[in-house]
């Protein structure tokens, strides 16, 4: 087996205003490869050995640039200024009143309307002796979407000898101003099929109960006795249907899971999901107060993604880890506040494996 780390650079298509799209590929010395690119932000791909040896792509996605600008629902993409939903589109800092697009129902979702997902990054290849990847960065005006303040975001994403794929964001800000970065692949370990006989575990003890639009009420309820309850590992499809108030908003999973943390910032096992049919499995590690775990619950099949392959219903999982939705909201909650001088750091990891 070749024991080195490879590069390989290729244009991956052309946006309308002309601008090219680079696409960066990254293999790491295990076989397991991921590729970038600088729209969005974006990881397209992400193939990883299963048992077998054979190499799984563990992403939905896209083949062509046009489907990731036109159809997308956040496959595989950086989110920002703010992960997640501001109920009515609308915050308050220091007495002034900011207000954002509602692209979801009444709040605003995932950064409004063109969100970090829809920009063109700055990008540049990282070769460390231990790590391949790239190092992304975006200056976001005051502003943009109603956010305030002039916001450098950088994320440096770096695949590993061990497995890892680390996201490592950081950002900074010449006004008050609030930010939830995230990162939005949707992971399949099947490589096809849904993603509900995939074994989940979330390391939480409360998750955070939303209203009918899918905002938190402010509470944090114990998961123990509902179908919320990850915590000793089971088939994701195994609960998706009880008869639930919560499940119906969400029309399935899609909570904020308020992560145990000896200590706030703790790098730490947030959830580990496994596939029986391919052995592989995934840690996630996180420096963040809560994850969200969505079960792929508005796919609906009428996305075609990669090899013409339907992204059917509840075909993938997404694991984001973030702040509380609407923080800015309920100073109960953690806060998304960055002032300027201040630096705004977080780091996650995805770790992959196999199990015979």
Same mark, same amino acid.
């Given at each position: 087996?070749?024991? $080195?780390?490879?590069?390989?650079?290729?244009?991956?298509?052309?946006?309308?205003?002309?601008?090219?799209?680079?696409?960066?590929?990254?293999?790491?010395?295990?076989?397991?490869?991921?590729?970038?690119?600088?729209?969005?932000?974006?990881?397209?791909?992400?193939?990883?050995?299963?048992?077998?040896?054979?190499?799984?792509?563990?992403?939905?996605?896209?083949?062509?640039?046009?489907?990731?600008? *036109?159809?997308?629902?956040?496959?595989?993409?950086?989110?920002?200024?703010?992960?997640?939903?501001?109920?009515?589109?609308?915050?308050?800092?220091?007495?002034? @009143?900011?207000?954002?697009?509602?692209?979801?129902?009444?709040? @605003?979702?995932?950064?409004?309307? *063109?969100?970090?997902?829809?920009?063109?990054?700055?990008?540049?290849?990282? !070769?460390?002796?231990?790590?391949?990847?790239?190092?992304?960065?975006?200056?976001?005006?005051? +502003?943009?979407?109603?956010?305030?303040?002039?916001? !450098?975001?950088?994320?440096?994403?770096?695949?590993?000898?061990?497995?890892?794929? =680390? &996201?490592?964001? !950081?950002?900074?800000?010449?006004?008050? =101003?609030?930010?939830?970065?995230?990162?939005?692949?949707?992971?399949?370990?099947?490589?096809?099929?849904?993603?509900?006989?995939?074994?989940?575990?979330?390391?939480?003890?409360?998750?955070?109960? %939303?209203?009918?639009?899918?905002?938190?009420? +402010?509470?944090?309820?114990?998961?123990?006795?509902?179908?919320?309850?990850?915590?000793?590992?089971?088939?994701?499809?195994?609960?998706?249907?009880?008869?639930?108030?919560?499940?119906?908003?969400?029309?399935?999973?899609?909570?904020?899971?308020? &992560?145990?943390?000896?200590?706030?910032?703790?790098?730490?096992?947030?959830?580990?999901?496994? $596939?029986?049919?391919?052995?592989?499995?995934?840690?996630?590690?996180?420096?963040?107060?809560?994850?969200?775990?969505?079960?792929?619950?508005?796919?609906?099949? $009428?996305?075609? +993604?990669?090899?013409?392959? %339907?992204?059917?219903?509840?075909?993938?999982?997404?694991?984001?880890?973030?702040?509380?939705?609407?923080?800015?909201?309920?100073?109960?909650?953690?806060? =998304?506040?960055?002032?300027?001088?201040?630096?705004?750091?977080?780091?996650? %990891?995805?770790?992959?494996?196999? *199990?015979?």
């Amino acid at each position: 087996m070749d024991r $080195s780390f490879k590069l390989d650079i290729q244009e991956f298509g052309t946006l309308a205003n002309g601008q090219k799209v680079t696409q960066f590929r990254i293999t790491n010395p295990n076989g397991l490869e991921m590729r970038l690119i600088d729209y969005g932000c974006l990881m397209t791909n992400l193939l990883v050995p299963d048992r077998s040896g054979k190499l799984v792509d563990v992403l939905l996605g896209f083949d062509r640039l046009e489907d990731y600008v *036109k159809d997308s629902p956040y496959f595989g993409a950086v989110i920002g200024r703010y992960g997640n939903r501001i109920a009515g589109g609308q915050f308050s800092l220091d007495g002034t @009143t900011y207000s954002l697009p509602q692209n979801d129902g009444p709040n @605003t979702l995932h950064g409004g309307v *063109k969100g970090f997902d829809k920009v063109m990054w700055q990008a540049a290849p990282i !070769t460390d002796s231990t790590a391949y990847g790239v190092a992304f960065s975006y200056e976001s005006p005051d +502003g943009e979407e109603g956010f305030p303040g002039t916001l !450098t975001a950088r994320v440096r994403i770096t695949l590993n000898d061990q497995n890892e794929v =680390t &996201l490592d964001y !950081t950002a900074v800000t010449d006004k008050p =101003t609030v930010i939830n970065l995230t990162q939005h692949n949707y992971y399949n370990l099947d490589g096809m099929g849904t993603c509900l006989d995939q074994v989940m575990t979330i390391y939480a003890d409360q998750y955070t109960p %939303v209203d009918s639009t899918l905002i938190p009420t +402010g509470e944090r309820a114990p998961v123990a006795q509902t179908p919320f309850d990850f915590r000793t590992g089971k088939p994701i499809g195994k609960d998706i249907g009880a008869d639930n108030r919560q499940l119906a908003y969400g029309r399935g999973f899609d909570h904020n899971f308020v &992560l145990n943390k000896q200590a706030p910032g703790l790098l730490s096992l947030a959830a580990e999901v496994y $596939s029986t049919k391919t052995g592989i499995t995934m840690d996630v590690l996180t420096e963040e107060p809560g994850i969200q775990f969505y079960s792929g619950n508005f796919l609906d099949g $009428s996305l075609k +993604g990669k090899g013409g392959l %339907v992204c059917e219903h509840r075909g993938a999982f997404c694991l984001e880890t973030q702040h509380f939705p609407d923080s800015p909201n309920h100073p109960e909650f953690p806060s =998304t506040r960055l002032n300027p001088g201040d630096i705004y750091q977080t780091r996650t %990891v995805y770790r992959f494996g196999r *199990k015979d």
